[in-house]
Structures are given as structure tokens and as C-alpha cells.
């Protein structure tokens, strides 16, 4: 019924077809897996299930609660309603001080206990994410 041609064509679109539609479904699966949640305190206290993966947790970091041991930091990480307690290995950016916004990356232990993985810098000590912002409720 077809010739030679149009059934080659036909067999070709087809073939694009698939090679487009199975590069989309790598990409976003690769994208789904590389992506990381931001949450304030009080939207990991209101959680009614644990995350495992890798989240962001930002706020302020409490007056007071930076404790330096021989290789990690300990601090709190307040959005003025509720609090987590933080613990990171590794060397902080220069601007982390108390009073200060921050944002750490890494996995919940418990809806107190954040283990931090990174510690993300700041552009200057005036910068806050706007995620940290819309969070604790400045504008």
C-alpha cells in the first residue's frame, strides 16, 4: 500500500520520536533527584513525615548557641517561632555569626535535630535568601 520511502520516513519519525521522548524522561528524572527543599524551622516542626532526602533549613542563627568543638559547630537555627538545633563539620563561611541569616543544607535526624552537610555562604552580611525572609516574616 505504502511505498519503500514513506515507510523509511515514517520508521525514522518515529525513532526521533523516541530518542526525544526517552532524553525528557532521563533529564527530569536526573533533575528530581538533584533537587533540595528549603524549610524554616516551623515548617519542619508541622511535618507529619519525616524526609529523608536532602533539605534546606534556613533562618537566624540564635544569639548565644554557637558552640566550636575540636571539629564541628553546633548552633540553633530560629525563624522567631520555632527552633533547630544544627550540628555541621567543616569550615563556615567567614559572615556566619549569631544574629545572622543563614541557610544550611543537609538531612533532618528528627524535627530537632538537623545534620548539615553544607553551609551555604552569603553575598554580604546585609544578604538574606528570599526564601530566609518570606519565612521569618521581614520584608
Same mark, same amino acid.
Given at each position: 500500500?505504502?511505498?519503500?520511502?514513506?515507510?523509511?520516513?515514517?520508521?525514522?519519525?518515529?525513532?526521533?520520536?523516541?530518542?526525544?521522548?526517552? *532524553?525528557?524522561?532521563?533529564?527530569?528524572? *536526573?533533575?528530581?533527584?538533584?533537587?533540595?527543599?528549603?524549610?524554616?524551622?516551623?515548617?519542619?516542626?508541622?511535618?507529619?513525615?519525616?524526609?529523608?532526602?536532602?533539605?534546606?533549613?534556613?533562618?537566624?542563627?540564635?544569639?548565644? *548557641?554557637?558552640?566550636?568543638?575540636?571539629?564541628?559547630?553546633?548552633?540553633?537555627?530560629?525563624?522567631?517561632?520555632?527552633?533547630?538545633?544544627?550540628?555541621?563539620?567543616?569550615?563556615?563561611?567567614?559572615?556566619?555569626?549569631?544574629?545572622?541569616?543563614?541557610?544550611?543544607?543537609?538531612?533532618?535526624?528528627?524535627?530537632?535535630?538537623?545534620?548539615?552537610?553544607?553551609?551555604?555562604?552569603?553575598?554580604?552580611?546585609?544578604?538574606?535568601?528570599?526564601?530566609?525572609?518570606?519565612?521569618?516574616?521581614?520584608?
Amino acid at each position: 500500500m505504502y511505498g519503500k520511502k514513506v515507510k523509511l520516513r515514517f520508521l525514522f519519525l518515529v525513532l526521533i520520536l523516541l530518542t526525544v521522548i526517552l *532524553s525528557v524522561f532521563l533529564i527530569l528524572q *536526573s533533575l528530581k533527584e538533584n533537587v533540595v527543599y528549603f524549610q524554616s524551622p516551623s515548617e519542619i516542626k508541622s511535618l507529619v513525615e519525616l524526609d529523608k532526602n536532602k533539605i534546606r533549613v534556613g533562618g537566624m542563627v540564635k544569639m548565644q *548557641s554557637v558552640s566550636v568543638n575540636s571539629k564541628e559547630i553546633n548552633f540553633i537555627i530560629t525563624d522567631f517561632k520555632n527552633e533547630i538545633n544544627v550540628r555541621y563539620s567543616g569550615a563556615v563561611p567567614n559572615l556566619f555569626e549569631e544574629g545572622k541569616g543563614v541557610v544550611a543544607e543537609g538531612f533532618l535526624k528528627d524535627r530537632n535535630y538537623f545534620m548539615a552537610t553544607k553551609i551555604l555562604a552569603k553575598h554580604d552580611e546585609n544578604y538574606m535568601p528570599p526564601e530566609v525572609k518570606k519565612a521569618i516574616g521581614e520584608k
